[in-house]
């Protein structure tokens, strides 16, 4: 790894960090039921499939929409995985 990747890799870890507990705060707030969240994951993941990328090469486009894609799964994982860590805690 280049210094250069690192240094975006630790610029971007804290924002999934972030985003991935403010997710979750929101659904723990709201009192998401599973259903939703489960089509609230699948419309965000489907949003970042749809998004186009006009700057990236077309040839490198597909690549780029799928690992968006894995991205967002894997934030919407860590959120559910809070969520579920803190209602079972509530439960207990």
Do not use: C, W, Y
Not at 32 to 48: D, H, V
Request: proline share 4%.
């Amino acid at each position: 790894m280049t210094e250069k990747e690192l240094e975006l890799e630790a610029r971007l870890a804290p924002i999934e960090h972030v985003l991935g507990h403010t997710l979750a705060r929101l659904h723990l707030l709201l009192g998401t039921p599973e259903e939703q969240m489960n089509a609230i994951e699948r419309q965000m993941e489907g949003a970042s499939v749809a998004t186009t990328f006009p700057t990236v090469d077309p040839n490198q486009a597909d690549k780029f929409a799928k690992q968006v894609q894995e991205n967002v799964g894997r934030l919407n994982a860590a959120a559910r995985d809070i969520v579920a860590m803190r209602r079972s805690k509530l439960l207990s």
